[in-house]
């Protein structure tokens, strides 16, 4: 929609984040089979809870000093030329990554009790309703708008995959 040189401003700060969802992802991989084989419920809210709190202390930590830090982070990355909208991109993609990092836990709980057919239809019924959001919020605000609308994708699919997987339980 834009043109391909906003395309950068939007792929590195992007980049970044994919990197660092590898950290939630290595985490969700190590107690999902826990929690397929815990014998009972409080053994898996142990480690639902030891997972978040991880997740906080690492993912929020990181999303924070991210935040506080993009201007640097990006001019010193890319160059001044991603001074001002890359930084706000940072920012709020940040702010995504925190919660799809969150997101990673109530995905594996869902996945170890066999329903993975629960999180396969969520993220179908998303598909529409987020590019729809993506086209007008990129139409509206440009590649800022693009993370405002993977940002809020992830953040209402991280409350979704919570109530499902409280009712999974």
Same mark, same amino acid.
């Given at each position: 929609?834009?043109?391909?040189?906003?395309?950068?401003f939007?792929?590195?700060?992007?980049?970044l984040?994919?990197r660092?969802l590898l950290?939630?992802g290595?985490?969700a991989?190590?107690?999902f089979?826990?929690?397929?084989?815990?014998k009972?419920?409080?053994?898996k809210e142990?480690l639902?809870?030891l997972a978040?709190?991880i997740?906080?202390i690492i993912?929020g930590?990181?999303?924070?000093a991210g935040?506080?830090l993009?201007?640097?982070?990006m001019? !010193?990355w890319?160059g001044?030329?991603f001074?001002?909208? $890359?930084? /706000?991109?940072l920012?709020?993609? &940040? %702010?995504g990554? @925190?919660?799809n990092?969150?997101?990673q836990?109530?995905f594996?709980?869902i996945?170890?009790?066999?329903k993975s057919?629960? !999180?396969a239809?969520?993220?179908?019924?998303e598909?529409? $309703?987020? /590019?729809t959001?993506?086209?007008? &919020? %990129?139409?509206r @605000?440009?590649?800022?708008g693009?993370a405002i609308?993977?940002?809020?994708r992830?953040?209402?699919?991280?409350?979704v995959l919570?109530?499902?997987?409280k009712?999974?339980r």
């Amino acid at each position: 929609i834009l043109g391909v040189k906003y395309v950068a401003f939007y792929s590195a700060p992007a980049d970044l984040v994919s990197r660092g969802l590898l950290i939630p992802g290595a985490i969700a991989r190590s107690i999902f089979p826990k929690l397929a084989v815990a014998k009972n419920e409080h053994d898996k809210e142990k480690l639902r809870h030891l997972a978040y709190k991880i997740l906080i202390i690492i993912c929020g930590t990181g999303a924070i000093a991210g935040v506080l830090l993009a201007d640097i982070v990006m001019t !010193t990355w890319m160059g001044d030329a991603f001074s001002g909208e $890359p930084v /706000l991109v940072l920012r709020i993609l &940040l %702010i995504g990554f @925190f919660f799809n990092s969150l997101a990673q836990i109530p995905f594996s709980d869902i996945q170890a009790a066999g329903k993975s057919k629960i !999180t396969a239809v969520i993220h179908l019924i998303e598909i529409l $309703p987020y /590019l729809t959001l993506l086209y007008f &919020l %990129i139409d509206r @605000f440009g590649v800022t708008g693009a993370a405002i609308a993977w940002t809020s994708r992830v953040t209402i699919d991280f409350i979704v995959l919570i109530y499902m997987s409280k009712k999974v339980r």
